[in-house]
């Protein structure tokens, strides 16, 4: 568990003496409930395209615009996938689950009541371990549910509009244990189930689209103080760097409240990204009665233990043990096998990669440095460029065996990157073999020399450096093929 | 031709359209005569689509001369204005849908348009199917057929009128307590309210989802068949629709009872009821057991509980199924509102009338925070038991036997200012749905002022072929002695 100081900062408390040791300590404790958009083609309860970024109203119906008369029809993939994440985290299926209905007036709300699961969710427990620079958080689920998504509302000048595209895409929503004690931690969390969650295949993990929201639950309780505090609820949040910013705000925040004598009120707030604070939505008094009632349009859920079995069995490793496992079988530092392992394409490229090389260690050091680099600059996935594992294991063999020097390398990976192809036949083809003939570079040497005769002397009077000129204008003259290594020996013996 | 409708049933349409004595466009025109000469009087319909009908009634007759062999090809069927059929009003009889037009067709309507029925107009009911007498329509007052200050039951009313009253062959209605059956009762037709989950609900619009059904009032049981058995069967829409599998029910009609046993059920033979219905119902009882059925005493023990227990679930369904609408997407907006929030209840205050409110905010206070388990959970688990009655008494017998309400139908305005003394009226219909039975109501008499009583005859779950069979044999046989 982690104290935190009284930590205060000069707009909260101002005058608040930081270098007080008496400071009295304080616990904060964190619960997230976060909502992820599930990978479907079609919606929760109707046949309509998911689609993100289509015209506002064409991927509607009677069924998600609830009109009069339409029911809903369970999406059996949202089921699955659903199941698929509470087995990926060690969940408890339930056997039997049903669909409630939660009430509430809003206008982004169809049918003013929103399908959902109240007393009987599909998963129930489980885990996730989370990795916050070294320090391990492990964080306990309390359950997983499936819902249907919301509207989107549309302010104008002088109306408002709603978009329904969105309503009735499927949701699940994972409920954390109050296990969280810092916005490191939730932090840390947030991560590593978006790993775990991309690791399912169950989510496309798009921020910017919304596939990721929370609300995040914060209290603070004196150290010495064995129950938790009241609890402030913080809204709808799309971003892991916005609720690691809130959980801190919102920390310092009620210390402050219980510093300066008062009491922190039960309430909902809203995060303001621009300015960086929460601000109060509504208090306890004015919560909903959701006047939740199952769902009578709907069966229960039962599941086939043999189907819920199938789907176990096909479960991808999960990326924390396939970090820990790429660190024993290739020898790569865990730090390496953390950025590799973060994303399953990566991953699975690198071990591709690394299985048909001799040096692993090389091949994560070309995906961790220019790969990364390229995909993010273009912006695209690994598995939407040509070049292969092979062609990356290749190129690093002839890195290996001094066929091309490191320079040359960096210009084949980028003509790999764009265009795909063997890297043998691409060095070959382009005329790239490192010259490693003692002839044609004591031509070039002797050429630099004789152009050069400032930066001979240079040299000879003890300016080391002037070597380093020189062998720079052998490489241009060799047009990047020499050997660095023989050209610099050839020179210093020439010179 | 001029079509005589009057007491024409749609298996005799049906017949006269195949042997070419009248066209379906004959008939659907004599149809809306019939209407334009009698509906100022019942006020029975909402809405006519007539040019609509009698272009589809062309086509029919076209298909028909092509060797068109759809099961209801050319027949004009009126339809209860909570169903949606494409292109066509379904306002529920409510303000908050005036205006509105159904963008798609139910499945029970698809199930008939394939089969070539021609959809001529909307039938007066009940605002949302909530009532008994159809007082509660927002825009007119459908009177019985058999007198006019009468109501004619409800809350599909204008459906059984419409059949009763010579101004429609056939008609949909729905039933959630009782709104098929006690409505033909009153009116003097066959009313036939499904098994939960024999006919898709998907389109209906919902008052109660886990006690609605959609079903027929017809002039003959074999009508209530034929109907049964093209809207029957499962849909994928509609997940409570069950996969059984439809027998050909108007095939499996049986004129006698020999072998049947039918079962009185002792709680719906009570005191106070009105001495013309006990009487007719007894006598029907008499008549089966002439038809050869073997009559046994039962017990419904839990039949008490009944009415509780239907109107807090009805009503806690209802609150959630009719927050939809609230002005945003359709329906009528109120205007001069200042935020959402208003807008809805300004929408709201002005488009829903009395007893549907009363019934929102009753099914609200039933599922709120701290009343959920002395209601709503309670009344679940009495359900239970009612079902459970059911079940222990079909182990005694095929069918029940039993009247359809207290009493014939009485004057208008006479019950509509005591909601609790008009909830009591149902006391024999809500158990068929509270237990998700099927039932039937089958004209038996009437009283001495010539108001129509009904026979109630209630089946088990897809028992539809037991009382499909029991009603024809008692209706043929009242038919004989004409």
Known sequence: ???????????????????????????????????????????????????????????????????????PVMNGRAIELTVRTGLMIGSEISGFSKFDRKSYFYPDMPKNYQISQYDKPLCLGGEVEADDEGRLVRVRIHRIHLEEDVAKNMHFQSASGIDFNRAGTPLMEIVTEPDMHSAADAYAFLQALKQIVAYAGVSDCNLEEGNIRCDVNVSVCPESQSELGTKAEIKNMNTFKGVYSAVGYEIERQIAVLEGGGRVVQETRRWDPDREVTSSMRTKEDEHDYRYFPEPDLMPVVLDPLQVNSWKESLPEAPRARRERMVDAYGIPDYDAGVLAAERSVADFFEAAAKASNNPKAVSNWIMTEMLRL???????????????????????????????????????????????????????????????TDAIEAFADQAISEN??????????KKAALQFLVGQVMRLSRGKANPQMVAKLLAEKM | MAVAIENLTVTDALEKLNAGIFTSVELTQAVIDAIREKDP?????????????????????????????????????????????????????????????SPYDATAIARLR?????????????????????????????????????????????????????????????DTGGSIRQPASFCGC????????????????????????????????????????????????????????????????????????????????IEGMDPA???????????????????????????DYAIATYYIIATAEASANLARFDGVRYGTRAEGATDPIDMYGKTRAAGFGDEVKRRIILGTYVLSSGYYDAYYLSAQKMRTLIRADFEK?????????????????????????????????????????????CGISVPCGATSDGLPVGLQILGPAFGEESILGVGHAFEQSLHGDD
């Open chain 1, 1 to 71: 568990m982690v104290m935190i100081e009284r930590v205060v900062t000069g707009p909260l408390v101002p005058g608040n003496d930081m270098t007080d040791d008496s400071a009295m300590k304080y616990v904060p404790t964190i619960g997230l409930e976060v909502h992820v958009q599930l990978r479907t083609a079609s919606k929760m309860f109707c046949a309509c395209s998911t689609e993100f970024g289509a015209e506002p109203n064409t991927h509607v119906c009677p069924v998600c615009l609830g009109y009069p008369g339409a029911m």
């Open chain 2, 114 to 174: 394939a089969e070539g029925a021609v959809f001529l107009g909307r039938t007066n009911m009940d605002e949302f199917a909530m009532g008994s007498t159809t007082e509660n329509s927002a825009f007119k007052q459908t009177r019985n057929p058999a007198a006019l200050d009468y109501v004619p039951g409800g809350s599909s009313g204008g459906s059984a009128a419409a059949v009763a009253g010579g101004e429609a062959l056939a008609a949909l209605g729905t």
């Open chain 2, 393 to 437: 008494a079909f182990e005694e017998c095929d069918a029940l036997l039993t009247p359809v309400a207290p009493t014939p139908a009485y004057r208008i305005g006479e019950k509509a200012t005591d909601p609790l003394q008009m909830y009591l009226g149902d006391v024999f219909t809500v158990t068929a749905n509270l237990a998700g039975i």
């Open chain 2, 190 to 269: 066959v009313g036939l309210k499904p098994t939960y989950g024999r006919i898709s609900r998907y389109g209906l619009t919902a008052f109660a989802s886990s006690l609605d059904q959609i079903g027929s009032m017809t002039r003959s049981v074999r009508d209530a068949a034929l109907l049964l058995e093209v809207m029957s069967g499962h849909d994928r829409m509609d997940s409570t629709s069950v996969d059984v599998s439809v027998p050909a029910y108007s095939e499996k009609l049986r004129d006698d009872l020999q072998g049947v046993r039918l079962g009185l059920p002792k709680e719906y033979f």
């Open chain 1, 375 to 437: 995909l993010s600059e273009a912006n695209v996935s690994i598995e939407a460029i040509p070049v292969t594992p092979k062609a990356l294991a290749g190129l690093v063999a002839l890195v290996d065996a001094g066929r091309i020097n490191s320079n040359t390398a960096k210009d084949v990976f980028a003509e790999l990157f764009e265009q795909g192809g063997d890297p043998e036949v691409i060095v070959k083809e382009k005329g790239l073999l490192q010259v490693s003939d």
């Open chain 1, 453 to 462: 005769p400032q930066s001979v002397d240079d040299y000879r009077g003890g």
């Open chain 2, 41 to 101: 009087d019942l006020c029975a319909y909402l809405s006519v689509d007539t040019d609509q009908a009698l272009a589809r009634a062309a086509e029919a007759d076209q298909e028909r001369a092509s060797g068109g062999q759809g099961r209801l090809l050319g027949v004009p069927l009126a339809v209860k204005d909570v169903l949606n059929v494409k292109g066509q009003p379904c306002t529920c009889a409510s303000r908050l849908l005036r205006g509105y037009t």
């Open chain 2, 277 to 303: 219905v006990e009487q007719a119902v007894r006598a029907a009882v008499a008549r089966c057991r002439d038809l050869g059925a073997e009559v046994v005493d039962v017990s419904l023990p839990h039949t």
